[in-house]
Structure formats: C-alpha cells, structure tokens
Antibody, heavy 118, light 110 residues
Framework: EVQLLESGGGLVQPGGSLRLSCAAS????????MIWVRQAPGKGLEWVSV????????FYADSVKGRFTISRDNSKNTLYLQMNSLRADDTAVYYC???????????WGQGTLVTVSS | QTVVTQESSFSVSPGGTVTFTCGLS?????????PSWYQQTPGQAPRTLIH???SRSSGVPDRFSASILGNKAALTITGAQAEDESDYYC??????????FGGGTKLTVL
C-alpha cells in the first residue's frame, strides 16, 4: 500500500524558514516523480513544485520560485521542501503527492500545516 | 499566467445529474492538457477521481465520468448520492513541468 507521510509543519515567523519532509513507502520511490501541493485555509488547491525521479529536474509555481527548493533523498525514500523567506500567504496545509505514468497525481499524503505569523 | 476556471458552486438533488466544467481564461482545454479531477471533503486529503481526460482511477464509482465538452473539460456525476457532497478540482498540465489547479467547485446534494 502506498503511504506518504508529511512532517515538519508548524508556526514560523514571517521571513523565517522551514523544511518539510514526506516519507514514502509501499512503492519504488526512486522511480517516481513527486509533487508538493498546498491549500491555504478555506481556499483551493495550489500546485507548488515537482521533482523528477532522479532529482535532476525541478519546477516551481511562480508564487514560490526563488524561495522554495524541492529535493529528494532516494536512499531514504524521502521528499523535501525547503521553504525560505516565508510570508503570511504561504500559510497552508502542504501535501506531497506521487505522479504515476501520466500527467496527474495518484496518491496523496494527509498534509502538514504551516502557519506563518508573528 | 494561466488561469483555470471552474464554477464556484453547484447544487443537485439526490439521484440527479450534474456536470462541472474546467476551462482556460485564454484558450481551449484539450486532451493535450491531460485534465484530471480530484474530490476533497473538508479536512481530508484530495482523492483522485479521473485522469487523462476520462480515465477513472481505481475504486471510483462509474457514476463519475469525464470528457471534453466544447472548449472545456467536464466532469459529470450521474445519479448523485449524498456522499458526493464535496469540493471538486480540475488540474491541467500546461507544459514545461507546470501544473495549474482550477479554483474548485463546491457541490451540495440536497
């Protein structure tokens, strides 16, 4: 069974940093593209970032480009999101997801809440 | 900046049929955007319903179907049930490693 477990969320001050992790199990992590998606309170889903299976290529939404960095450690079956220069509008539940063959996301974690506030 | 448009809300009676759409602020949605659809209830992670325009994910009831209607992607629920009351999001792949979600449609079943 595919499992994705996010961690690392919490309360951080504006301008601060946080690193999210997503521990994967139940599938061959190193062969799949992985995704971060977020959802601000009471708002819709927003695609944040994607990383290829090897980690060689990464892409970002304009809203986080230059501030967030996606990475992965295939030896630890773990996906990361380093978030710097955090702003109040980065407050959201952050989900990791798996991209199968195709252009969609088929498995989701339960999310971790990031709150940016002073 | 690509904007994906969805109706903000819909209401359907139990047993009824409802169709949501997913469009682009500029241009037409085609299969080349690989539209997919997700269902989300409050406090829960999204659930993948449909991918690659019209392929149901494993375990999704066949009352859910999807297609391209005119210049938009569309999700249809035929014979809506109370448990279908959720938010529904479409997702488009716009190329160059970039995806965009629509704003979501809130479905009320009453």
């Amino acid at each position: 069974e595919v499992q994705l477990l996010e961690s690392g969320g919490g309360l951080v001050q504006p301008g601060g940093s946080l690193r999210l992790s997503c521990a994967a199990s139940g599938f061959s992590f190193s062969t799949y593209v992985m995704i971060w998606v977020r959802q601000a309170p009471g708002k819709g889903l927003e695609w944040v970032s994607v990383i290829t299976d090897s980690g060689a290529n990464t892409f970002y939404a304009d809203s986080v480009k230059g501030r967030f960095t996606i990475s992965r450690d295939n030896s630890k079956n773990t996906l990361y999101l380093q978030m710097n220069s955090l702003r109040a509008d980065d407050t959201a539940v952050y989900y990791c997801a798996k991209r199968p063959v195709g252009y969609y996301f088929d498995s989701w974690g339960q999310g971790t809440l990031v709150t940016v506030s002073s | 900046q690509t904007v994906v448009t969805q109706e903000s809300s819909f209401s359907v009676s139990p047993g009824g049929t409802v169709t949501f759409t997913c469009g682009l602020s500029s241009g037409s949605v085609s299969t080349s955007y690989y539209p997919s659809w997700y269902q989300q209830t409050p406090g829960q992670a999204p659930r993948t319903l449909i991918h690659s325009t019209n392929s149901r994910s494993s375990g999704v009831p066949d009352r859910f179907s999807a297609s391209i209607l005119g210049n938009k992607a569309a999700l249809t629920i035929t014979g809506a049930q109370a448990e279908d009351e959720s938010d529904y999001y479409c997702l488009l792949y716009v190329g160059s490693g970039i995806w965009v979600f629509g704003g979501g449609t809130k479905l009320t079943v009453l």
